[in-house]
T-cell receptor
Framework: KQEVTQIPAALSVPEGENLVLNCSFTDSAIYNLQWFRQDPGKGLTSLLLIQSSQREQTSGRLNASLDKSSGRSTLYIAASQPGDSATYLCAVTNGGNKLVFGAGTILRVKS | KAGVTQTPRYLIKTRGQQVTLSCSPISGHRSVSWYQQTPGQGLQFLFEYFSETQRNKGNFPGRFSGRQFSNSRSEMNVSTLELGDSALYLC???FGTGSYNEQFFGPGTRLTVL
């Protein structure tokens, strides 16, 4: 059974800092990994999709890496801004479209 | 291109009632998945429909059911509501399957059971 863990559970940083969020999964036979952002009481916004054959993906200030063999992914956020404050969720699929989610990292960027 | 839409956005029901939630996927997407989000359990997969067929089902009781129509719109139904069914219900839309397949979520339906 796939299990996804995210560390840290919460993070508070000053504006402008670069930061790394971590995600680990127990079954390395994944199809892909997606990072999402969720604002309080809202739906999920897709940030990045990494296919199982890829090592990283970049979008603006975001960079996500994937090491399938070790069951790990990191989301790097450069030059953080108060608008980046949200919960960040990592999810994997092992086939089909069933996403298995981690519990998330609550990020607060202080101005 | 319009995103995933869910109706209603908010719903208040009492124990024992039933409820139907609706999800319209992004135009051209054939897969719709449903998730339940609670503070205690996080995001849990309910089921997935693709071209009107249920392809995958999570570990939820039979009170939770769904269907998909020929236009890819999907509904989920919860019968005999319990207090523990209070949650944010999210649907996700995607084109197909495979490692390239990105999923997009709607804003959710907040269900409160009194």
């Amino acid at each position: 059974k796939q299990e996804v863990t995210q560390i840290p559970a919460a993070l508070s940083v000053p504006e402008g800092e670069n930061l790394v969020l971590n995600c680990s999964f127990t079954d390395s036979a994944i199809y892909n990994l997606q990072w999402f952002r969720q604002d309080p009481g809202k739906g999920l916004t897709s940030l990045l999709l990494i296919q199982s054959s890829q090592r990283e993906q970049t979008s603006g200030r975001l960079n996500a890496s994937l090491d399938k063999s070790s069951g790990r992914s990191t989301l790097y956020i450069a030059a953080s801004q108060p608008g980046d404050s949200a919960t960040y969720l990592c999810a994997v699929t092992n086939g089909g479209n069933k996403l298995v989610f981690g519990a998330g990292t609550i990020l607060r960027v202080k101005s | 291109k319009a995103g995933v839409t869910q109706t209603p956005r908010y719903l208040i029901k009492t124990r024992g009632q039933q409820v139907t939630l609706s999800c319209s996927p992004i135009s051209g997407h054939r897969s719709v998945s449903w998730y339940q989000q609670t503070p205690g359990q996080g995001l849990q997969f309910l089921f997935e429909y693709f071209s009107e067929t249920q392809r995958n089902k999570g570990n939820f009781p039979g009170r939770f059911s769904g269907r998909q129509f020929s236009n890819s719109r999907s509904e989920m139904n919860v019968s005999t509501l319990e207090l523990g069914d209070s949650a944010l219900y999210l649907c996700a839309s995607s084109f197909g399957t495979g490692s390239y397949n990105e999923q997009f979520f709607g804003p959710g339906t907040r269900l409160t059971v009194l």
